[in-house]
């Protein structure tokens, strides 16, 4: 039964599924692994991991309201465009 769920999963939802581990990859390697490996002591690391975290749900609530507004104003933006 979970074998025949899994087929029934759109191509849209795999590319979502991408693109999102494709983000945190290029997190990882960009933001968090430097922030790790410029402290010393271990308690340095913890603050560093944990305020890079702050900066990965401000990259997500930035990246959520530009959508949102897209969404929002997509006819205006069509329009202006020249698409329709």
Known sequence: MTLLA???IGNQY???????LI???????LILHPALSSQGRLWEKAA???LS????AALIVIGVVI???????YPEIDEFLGGG
Do not use: D, H, M, P
């Open 6 to 8: 899994l087929t029934k």
């Open 14 to 20: 795999w590319l979502f599924g991408g693109a999102g």
């Open 23 to 29: 983000c945190l990859i290029v997190f990882a390697a």
């Open 48 to 50: 560093a991991g944990f």
């Open 53 to 56: 975290l702050f900066v990965l």
């Open 67 to 73: 959508g949102l507004v897209i969404v929002l104003y």
